[in-house]
């Protein structure tokens, strides 16, 4: 199954972009949502694998993958990550939003998502120390160190955020970082592109 999207969105320092296409197992189990800082086993990585899963469990609820984006922040000049963002939401509140609002306000819901995502990300890299590990055994163990506390950070920052989102639009949803698509920078971060000015 291929997804394809198609957002783009530029703000200084942040740039989320929409992802061709990805390629999605269908047998993927699903993964548990949490509403704060997620919950791992001790030395697992965050939605490791090849694939993100295609449907996630909050709430009560089987929510599933909508959406693919891309999204980077720079912490400094030197200091920053991208990476690939999943969004999953409720198919039954997606059904019954369009029947009761029409599908024009999913244009309005992608523009708050992004926005939020955006503003969260870069809360999130500002508070993921990105310097080298001296304690690590080498780079495969400090990409994953990094993308748990990315990972962490990045949970923890859009929690209320979501929580918000879903009292004002009725719209069930989570963001999750797909943490094996996480590029870190530390000697000169290429995460962001600028807009030109207007």
């Known amino acids: 199954m291929k997804v394809s999207v198609q957002i783009l969105i530029g703000m200084t320092l942040i740039v989320l972009t929409a992802c061709s296409t990805q390629e999605i197992k269908q047998d993927?189990?699903?993964i548990p949502?949490?509403?704060?800082?997620?919950?791992?086993?001790?030395?697992s990585s965050p939605m490791s694998g090849q694939n993100p899963p295609l449907t996630l469990a909050k709430d009560d609820k089987t929510l599933n993958l909508m959406r693919i984006m891309d999204g980077g922040a720079c912490k400094?000049?030197?200091q920053g990550a991208k990476g690939i963002f999943l969004i999953y939401a409720d198919p039954a509140d997606v059904e019954r939003i369009r029947h009761e609002q029409g599908t024009k306000?999913?244009?309005?819901?992608?523009?708050k998502i992004q926005l939020f995502a955006t503003e969260a990300l870069q809360k999130a890299i500002n508070e993921t120390n990105l310097g080298e590990d001296p304690f690590s055994l080498g780079a495969d163990e400090a990409q994953e160190k990094l993308a748990k506390q990315l990972f962490n950070n990045f949970r923890s920052s859009v929690a209320d955020a979501v929580k918000l989102f879903k009292q004002e639009t009725t719209l069930t949803l989570d963001i999750v970082p797909f943490a094996p698509s996480f590029i870190f920078y530390q000697q000169g971060c290429e995460a962001t592109h600028l807009e030109p000015e207007i």
Do not use: T
């Open 28 to 30: 993927a189990q699903p």
């Open 33 to 43: 949502a949490v509403d704060k800082a997620p919950a791992m086993a001790p030395g």
């Open 76 to 78: 400094n000049d030197y």
């Open 105 to 111: 306000i999913f244009g309005d819901f992608e523009n």
